[in-house]
């Protein structure tokens, strides 16, 4: 059985920073894209960012500079590193796995996603 499982969120300060994990099983992962979305309260699900099978990225132009999506293939794992955290940023962030190698921000390009994990940034 496939599984996507987030974790890392919490509670941070504006400005702060936070280190999500993406653990998969299930299968290797090391040939699709990965990718993170979010879903804030109110909001429609958006794209953060997608790491391609050759370690290409791709970022929303709301978090470029701030984030940093890798991969370790060994661990079946996928991190994103958010510094300067803004209340913006507060949402559901999940995991997904692409159906594709390459970069893409089309979420019907992922086939597997996680639970998600809540991230809240205070002012």
């Known amino acids: 059985q496939v599984q996507l499982v987030e974790s890392g969120g919490g509670l941070v300060q504006a400005g702060g920073s936070l280190r999500l994990s993406c653990a998969a099983s299930?299968?290797?992962?090391?040939?699709?894209?990965m990718g993170w979305f979010r879903q804030g309260p109110g909001k429609e699900r958006e794209f953060v960012a997608t790491?391609?099978?050759?370690?290409?990225?791709r970022y929303a132009d709301s978090v470029k500079g701030r984030f940093t999506i890798s991969r370790d293939n060994a661990k079946n794992m996928v991190y994103l590193q958010m510094n300067s955290l803004k209340p913006e940023d507060t949402a559901i962030y999940y995991c997904?796995?692409?159906?594709?190698?390459?970069?893409?921000?089309?979420?019907?390009?992922?086939?597997?996603w996680g639970q998600g994990t809540q991230v809240t940034v205070s002012s």
């Open positions: 997904a796995a692409g159906r594709v190698s390459y970069t893409t921000v089309t979420d019907g390009n992922y086939d597997y």
């Open positions: 299930g299968r290797t992962f090391s040939n699709s894209a």
């Open positions: 790491i391609s099978r050759g370690f290409s990225t």
